[in-house]
């Protein structure tokens, strides 16, 4: 079993509408959380971190809940801009600097 | 501008070449690292250096080899050992702090002729 995983999509949205997807991570020793945006043959960005009460940052909104060992991405009123692949990125607390990356949840958003 | 550059941005290797990819941070991060990324894979780390002259090796290290000679530089040498090195390789570097967040540079994608 991977140690997080993600729906690969394509989750495909239409613009202005409100689009929400979620990744598991298998290890319960897991610390910190991470979503990264990454567009089509570039590098990953990182988009937000994802703190215990859950944040936001805009139109992003993350949540944690560490019961059910997962974390989500919801993202408002959806731009053509947003469409990317976006990477759920662990780390434990027993590995310093290494990080458990998800293979990435592909969204599209459609005009 | 501080960043992290990779060259070359597209690097063509016959079979049986050692092929060296560069990346350099100008972020005076002490931490640094190299992954491979291929179609429908999370990214994979090969090798990481938490300090110069120090390096350990990552989940998928077979193939490859690293020096870190230098704080601003680890370069990532894909032998003849390596059986499918065509790939996208990334390099990153860590800021301390309270998220160690990683920076990544903008990848060489290797293809094996």
């Known amino acids: 079993r991977k140690e997080v995983e993600q729906d690969p999509g394509p989750f495909n949205v239409p613009e202005g509408a409100t689009v929400a997807f979620n990744c598991t991570y298998s290890?319960?020793?897991?610390?910190?959380f991470f979503w990264y945006r990454q567009d089509c043959r570039k590098e990953p960005k990182l988009l937000m971190s994802?703190?215990?009460s859950g944040n936001e940052d805009g139109r992003f909104t993350a949540q944690l809940n560490r019961a059910s060992q997962y974390i989500s991405l919801l993202i408002r009123d959806s731009k053509l801009s947003d469409s990317a692949t976006y990477l759920c990125?662990?780390?434990?607390?027993?590995?310093?600097?290494?990080?458990?990356f998800g293979a990435g949840t592909q969204v599209v958003v459609t005009p | 501008d501080g960043g992290i550059t990779q060259s070359p941005k597209y690097l063509f290797r016959k079979e049986g070449q050692n092929v060296t990819l560069s990346c350099e941070q100008n972020?005076?991060?002490?931490?640094m690292y190299w992954y491979r990324q291929d179609p429908g894979q999370g990214l994979r780390l090969i090798y990481y250096?938490?300090?110069?002259?120090?390096?350990q090796k990552g989940d998928i290290a077979e193939g490859y080899s690293v020096s870190r000679e230098k704080k601003e530089s680890f370069p990532l040498t894909v032998t003849s050992a390596q059986k499918n090195p065509t790939a996208f390789y990334l390099c990153?570097?860590?800021?301390?702090?309270?998220?160690?967040?990683?920076?990544f540079g903008p990848g060489t994608r290797l293809t094996v002729l």
């Open positions: 990125v662990v780390k434990r607390s027993d590995s310093w600097g290494k990080l458990q």
């Open positions: 290890n319960s020793a897991s610390q910190s």
């Open positions: 994802v703190y215990s």
């Open positions: 972020l005076n991060h002490d931490a």
């Open positions: 250096s938490q300090i110069v002259n120090d390096f």
């Open positions: 990153a570097s860590i800021e301390r702090g309270t998220t160690d967040t990683q920076y």
